[in-house]
């Protein structure tokens, strides 16, 4: 047999041998299917048989098994499977724009789901422009959450306030928000540096001062 017979026949026996290597590894390797079994020994036998393959070229004849690797990360680490797809964001491919918009929504829910909606309406950044039915429902979710952890958060910083005692720097508002709430009666002063409040609350000697509406001394 002559070398090009030769050379011929190597790469027909080669072909062979990872097509026969495709169909096993699907039952073997748990493959999703042939077609990314056959990407797989296709990787690892015919791109070593060709050295003059660019960078750029051998991460793109990876592409369906990154895609499919990081879609099967969509309901337990969204982060991690679009991290693992920002190497293929230079060439613009629709299919991996896809699967990242998926992957952006899941972990946008993801964040939901903890009661984070900020860090959920950050996850969906890249995609806010866009006119999708989805994308509108979900942004409107965030928002709905986010407003309602706000006023939780307001509600719970007032309900500290009333539980602690009154500090100096406060102002009138917060002295009434704490525990102290609203005095008895209150005496005025004005003065040529503004105006001086006494508070007076129920007890012996329990007094407040104010200057121009700050809290300045305390006596109890």
Known sequence: MNK?????????????????????????????SAAHA????????????????????KLLAGKTSAIANAM?????DPT??????????????????????????????AYMKA?????????????????????????AEIAKASKKKQADTKRQELAARKRKGVEIGMTAEQVIQSNWGKPERVNRTHNARGTREQWVYPGNHNYLYFENGILVSVQN
């Open 4 to 32: 090009v017979a030769k050379a011929k026949f190597s790469t027909i026996d080669t072909r062979l041998a990872i097509g026969v290597a495709a169909l096993v590894g699907i039952q073997l390797s748990g493959w999703q």
């Open 38 to 57: 056959a990407e797989h020994y296709q990787q690892r036998y015919l791109v070593a048989e060709a050295p003059s393959l660019t960078a750029d070229e």
């Open 72 to 76: 099967a990360m969509k309901d337990t």
């Open 80 to 109: 991690a499977g679009i991290r693992s797809l920002q190497r293929y964001k230079k060439f613009s491919l629709p299919e991996v724009e896809a699967a990242l918009l998926e992957l952006h929504i899941a972990m946008a829910r």
């Open 115 to 139: 009661d984070e909606p900020e860090r959920a309406h950050n996850a969906l950044l890249p995609y806010q422009t866009q006119s999708s039915p989805v994308i509108s429902k979900l942004l």
